[in-house]
């Protein structure tokens, strides 16, 4: 073959070949090699939440849900997150998130006052939400 017709071959397999894989994922090329920020945790975006906020010492467990988000508000799984509490005792204070970005942490007091409850994520990340519990 000559050399015209060589490229001509090699370059129509190069563009058959990434229009195949375009229409395969459905997702453009630029999106397949970029990096990939969507793993990195928010502390912005990353929310924690607790309930109930009035609890009954030695008795009430108070559940405390963090959903860990990306910078896109897109769940994270599989990112290990630790509870800080000044008050009460957590059943497990490092849990991982499942696939919807979530962790569930239980918390009981044998004392009354105001417990303020922080939240990390893999030993770097602080979130910048709080939430406090007060058992009576």
Do not use: C, H
């Amino acid at each position: 073959m000559d050399k015209k017709l060589s490229s001509l071959l090699i370059l129509f397999l190069v563009l058959f070949s990434a229009f195949i894989v375009y229409t395969i994922f459905n997702t453009p090329i630029t999106n397949l090699a970029r990096a990939k920020e969507e793993f990195i945790p928010s502390s912005d975006a990353s929310l924690i939440f607790a309930w109930p906020l009035t609890a009954k010492v030695n008795s009430d467990r108070v559940n405390i849900n963090v959903f860990i988000r990306n910078a896109g508000n897109l769940p994270l799984a599989n990112k290990t997150v630790t509870l800080e509490t000044s008050l009460g005792v957590l059943e497990s204070n490092n849990i991982a998130t499942d696939k919807s970005g979530k962790a569930n942490f239980i918390l009981t007091s044998d004392s009354p006052g105001i417990a303020e409850i922080t939240a990390v994520i893999d030993n770097q990340i602080q979130l910048k939400q709080n939430v406090s519990i007060k058992f009576e």
